[in-house]
């Protein structure tokens, strides 16, 4: 397959050139894709947060935010400075230690899968073979942060959520690694770059999607309630728990959790399009466009336009699923902690289970079309 | 890490050590990533802190009993009896480790192709150890059901229990569909 276009190599071999030792280039090199990928995460929270308000507004038959830049863009901006600017409060008998670790706990995660979220071949900070697996065993680590919001805050709603937050992310978590590993058995590698490329070639009707629409579902209901999305977001239920383990934090620390929640669906939407809407692929593979119009693969404006077009169709993808899963939220009812818990443990993980079964023997029947 | 080991044994917050638990088993998986052994670093993490830690966490939560113990008699004879017998076991592992002729392999780590190799273990030389863990675990899972359903258990017992265990401000029905379900994982 064609590489595209390799920034990295550009950039080492370049400055090697000038005269920079490799190991002083690659050390320049690390942190930039690093900190391009933070600025990324955190503006792609003002887009949701925008998003989510102007969706929920229009599904209510509101305006919503209109003052703060045009349309209301800035809102977020307007928010998170509100948030800042808020006196930081610890309750009285509080634990100030946990109280302040949690929020941290809970957020540094979700940063930190941004690791393996591929835009392009070689748009990627790292591409480690354990790719997405990294992914599952970061996002385990929430349920401590949120317990440890929940116990620390002295709040009986707090213990609740933080305890109900727990319980459900651990349920779900089994059918979601399930479903991944469907998709992961189908690719032969757990490396994102590998599973994108396994399913470019053939344009839309190559993506995981037609292979795996079980396993499809199952993973978007899974990651919406990892997610804490409605209708599965029992840990901070309004009408019984006030705001679950968010109840009494203010400030930054609150913002943190909002933080967190909004970046997570974001990462979410993301590792499903990577999974199973063919990540950065088109719907018609690049290539053949490039034959149409009788342009080499290698041209360099081609990889330009071909990486560019790339990570467009990345967030398109990723930001349909965001405007799913927001009206999804004005539509569906929340489901009762029992229910939540019949459907994951009574449901997603029996037809998970036959779901990576079937995957199974579908790959050794048709070896050519569930990858042998 | 050592000192979050120390802190797991030695802090009277029982809270606390299970958080530091969290804390040791995540340098216990810094350690597999500079061994180059990324994989099972990630499955470290997934299993002891996603899963292990979490349950125990939720254990003590959910039996969180606000209770001050009481000064035992002797309670320092007992202390050094258990610093003594430490001492001893770690005097005993350390001349282990060092008298022991290592067989260290000279070979690079196989870093990314670990999973294929692990694989190949699990399924030819490791069967019965692996097939063993699963029948375990299939047990664990049955008594755990089984002691989750509460018609296996004496009413009188269940009854006195309850009363010892429940906070008067929590009712138990709301969490104990929680931990039942998390038990059977």
Redesign the interface.
């Known amino acids: 397959m064609n590489p595209g276009i390799d920034l990295q190599h550009t950039f080492v071999s370049t400055l090697t050139d000038l005269g920079l030792p490799l190991g002083l280039a690659k050390l320049l090199w690390i942190p930039l894709p690093m900190a391009l990928m933070l600025i990324a995460a955190t503006v792609s929270i003002f887009v949701s947060v925008w998003l989510e308000r102007k969706i929920s507004a229009a599904a209510q038959q509101r305006i919503g935010p209109e003052y703060v830049g045009p349309l209301g863009v800035l809102q977020a901006a307007a928010d998170g400075v509100k948030l800042i600017f808020k006196e930081d409060i610890t309750p009285a008998k509080a634990d100030p230690w ?1 109280f302040t670790l949690g929020p941290a706990i809970v957020v540094i995660p979700v940063f930190l899968s941004f690791l393996i979220v591929p835009f392009g071949q070689n748009m990627v900070i790292t591409d ?3 790719g997405i ?2 992914w ?3 996002s ?2 929430t ?2 942060g949120l ?2 919001a ?2 620390s805050s002295n709040n ?1 709603y707090s ?2 959520g ?3 937050a ?2 459900q992310s ?2 779900y ?2 059918p979601l690694a399930l479903a991944v590993l469907a998709v992961v058995m189908m690719t032969n590698s ?1 490396s994102t770059i590998d599973i994108v490329g396994q399913q470019s070639g053939y344009g839309i009707l190559g993506w995981n999607i037609w292979r795996q629409p079980v396993g499809f579902l199952i993973f978007w209901i899974a990651a919406l309630a990892e997610c804490e999305r409605l209708p599965f977001d029992l840990p901070e239920a309004e009408e019984e728990l006030v705001a679950g383990y968010q109840t009494e934090y203010t400030g930054m620390k609150f913002g943190l959790f909002y933080v967190g929640s909004y970046v997570n669906l974001v990462l979410s939407a993301l590792i499903v399009a990577i999974l199973y809407l063919g990540g950065w692929s088109l719907p018609v593979p690049i290539e053949s466009i490039a034959g149409w119009l009788g342009v080499s693969e290698t041209t360099p404006w081609l990889q330009v336009v071909a990486a560019g077009l790339g990570i467009v169709m990345t967030l398109i993808k990723a930001y349909l699923l965001v405007f799913i899963a927001i009206l999804l939220r004005w539509t569906v009812p929340r489901v009762r ?2 229910q939540l ?1 019949d459907l ?2 009574k449901f997603l993980l029996p037809v998970s289970l036959v779901n990576l079964l079937a995957t199974a023997a579908l790959k050794l029947t048709l070896p050519f079309a569930f990858g042998g | 890490m050592l000192a979050a080991a120390l802190g797991v044994v030695l802090l009277s917050s029982i ?1 606390y050590s299970a ?1 530091l638990l ?1 804390l040791v088993f995540l340098s216990i998986a810094g350690f597999y990533i500079l061994l180059n052994a ?2 099972v670093a ?2 470290q ?2 299993v002891y ?3 292990v ?2 349950l125990i ?2 254990g003590i ?2 039996v969180n009993k606000q209770e001050d113990f009481r000064p035992l008699p002797h309670a320092l004879l007992g202390k050094l009896a258990t610093g003594a017998v430490c001492a001893g076991l770690f005097a005993l592992l350390g001349t282990t480790v060092v008298s022991t002729p290592w067989a260290i392999s000279s070979e690079v780590a196989i ?3 670990a ?1 294929e190799a692990i694989g190949m273990h699990f399924f030819s030389d490791f069967l019965l150890p692996f097939e063993l863990a699963s029948v375990l675990l299939l047990i664990a899972l049955v008594g755990a059901i089984i002691l989750a359903r509460r018609e296996f258990i004496p009413d009188l017992d269940a009854a006195a229990e309850e009363q010892v265990l429940t906070l008067p ?2 009712p138990r029905e ?2 104990a ?3 039942n ?2 038990d ?2």
């Open positions: 946990l480690i073979g354990i697996f990294l599952i065993s970061l385990s680590i349920p401590i317990l440890m929940g116990y009986k213990l609740l933080g305890l109900r727990a319980a651990i349920s978590e089994i757990l902690i029992d818990l994951g443990w | 809270v958080f969290g990324g994989f990630a499955a993490v997934l802190v996603g899963a830690n979490v966490l939720f939560m959910l870093g990314d192709r999973i401000e929590r709301l969490v569909a929680g931990v379900e998390s059977s994982e």
